[in-house]
């Protein structure tokens, strides 16, 4: 397939209550697609008036989800899932064009999409909840996961059907209804996957989504209107909702700064592949990246040139032509990201092996280079902060001691991965990372849905965990029935 040109704006409404509406005040804001520099979308620009229209939309249609049987919202989502991958080939190239990357990991991320909703209705058909031992003889007390009722989920633009899917998913399988607001950069993909649960048949006023900034985004996290919080994205962000959300029960997943350990003992072939997957693939636009990679003086030389290889083995370019497997990074904000790491490392002594800066002759400034950069200080902003682009950069170590010092050094602990055939040393590692996931001789950028997926306490990459049944126990409450059995004439 070729890159797509001159293709006309499309318009995006708003979805609230049930219908496809304009923002009241008749705000919209220009979609630009990262790949070619055009405008691919004119986008209803929600206000905080807005987000209170989907805030009472929503509980008129609170009991919509909760009121149907667990099976028969199982079943919508093996629709919804029947949906998406029906919409993939439709769904992909327009997933790359708004947020840049290629067409396979397009493809990938809504096939991943499809799954999780797949997942969650086997996770919620087969839910169990605890029938207790009591102390007293004449009590029985069991316990009931019951739906929060309206969740507001906000997400991220880097997987924007992925990230969304996991909430999704959970929260309409729990019984909850939902007010969503995607990253504004992602938003005209946003609206493609409610249309797939629209026609997997989701009651009215049970889905709603608003595009903008931080006006509706913030109304729909300290509205009381709303009663639990999703969020994925930043760490400055997720502080800010955090306080917003107050005494609401909330799931961050903030931002990480993954180190990627690779030791003495370690398979480097292994581990360079793994390593450059963690590094280059979504251009590096990945929570859980290998952001650092913490090399032994022994094995440095050899991961240094096997990762030059893989940078030049990438094929930077439009993310819908035959053959790219990078596209260009989604916005300036990160751009100027990498942009800042690169030069404060190298002002702290780091050397640019490969690539280093925006990619030239290429349709917009938001093509970077696959970059590997060498002796990479302690103190540098790439070790302290996530980069969140395509950078491989080399931190030497002594060893495993001094790996995990270093690794713990980072205010942010969200992922790892070691490569070592040392199980004494993996299970160092394993056991005393502060993060949330350890991956033993496997890309940092491994997930597979189901596992526990969250920030380290104390750090600063969010509070409790996603994935699989975690995602399922967010999006409902415990309650605890106390019945007492006894006859009225034994009372
Ligand atoms: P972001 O800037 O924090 O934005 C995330 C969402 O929050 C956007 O929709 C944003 O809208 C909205 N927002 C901003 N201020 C808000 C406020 N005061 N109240 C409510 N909503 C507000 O993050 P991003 O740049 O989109 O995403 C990249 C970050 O996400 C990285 O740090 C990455 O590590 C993290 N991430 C974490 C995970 C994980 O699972 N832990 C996964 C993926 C990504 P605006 O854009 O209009 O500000």
């Not at 509205?223 to 919080?229: E, I, K, L, R």
């Not at 370019?317 to 053959?323: E, I, K, Y």
Request: proline share 5%.
């Amino acid at each position: 397939m070729g890159p797509e040109a001159g293709v006309k704006p499309r318009k995006v409404s708003l979805f609230i209550g049930g219908k496809w509406v304009d923002a009241a005040d008749g705000r919209s804001f220009d979609q630009v697609s990262p790949a070619t520099g055009d405008v691919i979308g004119i986008v209803a620009d929600a206000s905080p008036d807005d987000a209170r229209l989907a805030i009472d939309a929503a509980n008129r249609a609170k009991r919509s989800l909760a009121d149907l049987t667990v099976l028969e919202r199982s079943e919508l989502c093996a629709r919804i899932a029947d949906s998406i991958l029906a919409a993939q080939d439709r769904l992909a190239p327009e997933l790359s064009l708004e947020q840049g990357k290629p067409l396979k990991e397009a493809s990938d991320e809504i096939r991943f999409a499809a799954s999780l909703f797949r997942d969650a209705a086997e996770t919620i058909s087969n839910l169990e909840t605890s029938f207790m031992p009591t102390v007293n003889r004449d009590k029985r007390v069991f316990t009931l996961r019951q739906p929060h009722g309206v969740v507001a989920v906000l997400t991220p633009w880097n997987y924007p059907v992925g990230i969304p899917s996991e909430y999704l998913s959970a929260a309409l399988a729990s019984g909850n209804v939902v007010i969503w607001k995607p990253a504004p950069s992602t938003s005209m993909i946003a609206a493609r996957l409610v249309e797939c649960l629209l026609q997997s048949g989701v009651p009215e006023g049970a889905v709603n989504l608003l595009y903008g900034g931080a006006g509706p985004g913030q109304e729909i996290v300290a509205n009381p209107g709303t009663q639990a919080v999703g969020f994925t994205g930043s760490t400055a962000t997720g502080t800010l909702i955090a306080q917003h959300a107050g005494a609401k029960p909330l799931l961050l997943e903030l931002g990480g700064n993954g180190p990627t350990i690779i030791l003495d003992d370690a398979n480097l072939e292994s581990a360079v592949v793994g390593t450059a997957i963690g590094c280059f693939t979504n251009a590096g636009q990945i929570c859980q990246s290998s952001e650092r990679i913490l090399v032994t003086e022994k094995v440095h030389d050899q991961v240094l040139d096997g990762l030059v290889s893989s940078a030049s083995r990438v094929r930077l370019g439009h993310p819908l032509q035959t053959g790219t497997t990078m596209g260009p990074l989604n916005n300036q904000g990160v751009a100027a990201k990498m942009d800042g790491h690169l030069q404060d490392a190298i002002e702290r002594g780091a050397k640019v092996i490969f690539g280093g800066q925006r990619a030239k002759g290429l349709p917009t400034d938001l093509y970077y280079q696959p970059s590997v950069v060498d002796q990479v200080s302690r103190d540098s902003l790439i070790n302290r902060q996530e980069t969140f682009g395509p950078i491989a950069p080399l931190i030497v170590v002594r060893d495993v001691d001094d790996a995990i010092a270093v690794a713990n050094s980072c205010g942010l602990g969200l992922c790892a991965s070691v490569y070592t055939t040392d199980i004494n040393a993996a299970f160092r590692c394993a056991e005393r990372l502060e993060c949330g996931v350890v991956n033993v001789n496997e890309s940092a950028a491994y997930w597979d849905g189901r596992t526990p997926f969250g920030g380290w306490s104390g750090k600063g990459s969010g509070v409790g965990r996603l994935g699989g049944i975690e995602t399922v126990r967010f999006m409902t409450q415990l309650k605890s029935v106390v019945l007492d059995v006894r006859y009225p004439d034994e009372r």
